[in-house]
C-alpha cells in the first residue's frame, strides 16, 4: 500500500464514523470512564514529580470529539489545542465541551502527519492516534513535537502495544500497532527518554495492552 492510500483509506474510515463516544472508541464507549480514570492517575504522577511540566497550554492530538480534552485536560491546563482531521468531529467537540468551550484555543483541522506545531506546549497528549502514522512521519512528528515543549514540557503518549515483536495492521481503519521495541527505538532515535511509564488495566483481556509514557527531551 501507498502511503496516500494508507492515509486516504483512515480518512475514508473515519468519515464513516460517527461523532459519539462509542464511535470514536471503536465500540468500547463503555470503557471511557475507565480510560480516563487511568489517565488522571498518570497525569498525577507526572504533575507531581520532580519538574513537572507548567499547566498553560496542552495539545490534544487526534482529538476527536473532545473527550479527553473535557473530561481530562481541561481540568489541568489553562488551554488546551485540539488537532483533529475530520469536521464533524471537530464540530462535535465544540458542542461536546459546553461550558468550558472558553479553554479551547486553536483547533487544527489536519491529519499529524501534517502538522506544525506554532506554540510552545507543557503537555502534548497523543492517544491512540499514532498508530495513524508509518514510521517516517511519527518520527519526523515526534521531532517537531519534540522541539514545541515548553521548559520541563513533556509529550504523553496512551498506545496499544503488540503483545508480539511485529507491526500488526488493521485493514479496517488503516492503522498500524506496534510492538515495544519499535517504539523505545524510535523514541531513542528522536532523543526522548521515557521519564514515566504505565499499563492501563480494567479493559478486556483479548485487546491489546494499553501503555502510557512520559517523553522529555534528552538533554
Known sequence: MTEKDFYKKAAIYWANVPATIDGVLGGFGNFSDIDIDGSRAFLNKVLSSANPPATKLALDCGAGIGRVTKHLLIHYFEKIDLVEPDLKFITEAKINI??????????????????????????????WVLGHLNDSDLIK????????????????????????????????????????ELMTKIFDQVNLRIIHSDIQYGFPEDIYPIHCFALSPVQ
Open 141 to 180: 512528528f515526534l521531532s517537531r513535537s519534540k522541539e514545541a515543549l515548553s521548559k520541563n514540557g513533556l509529550i504523553i503518549i496512551k498506545e496499544n502495544i503488540t503483545t508480539s515483536k511485529e507491526v500488526e495492521y488493521d485493514e479496517d481503519d488503516s492503522s498500524m500497532t506496534r510492538p515495544l
Open 98 to 127: 459546553g461550558d468550558d468551550v472558553t479553554k479551547l484555543g486553536t483547533l487544527y483541522q489536519t491529519g499529524l502527519q501534517n502538522f506544525r506545531p506554532h506554540k510552545n506546549y507543557d503537555v502534548i497528549w497523543c492517544q
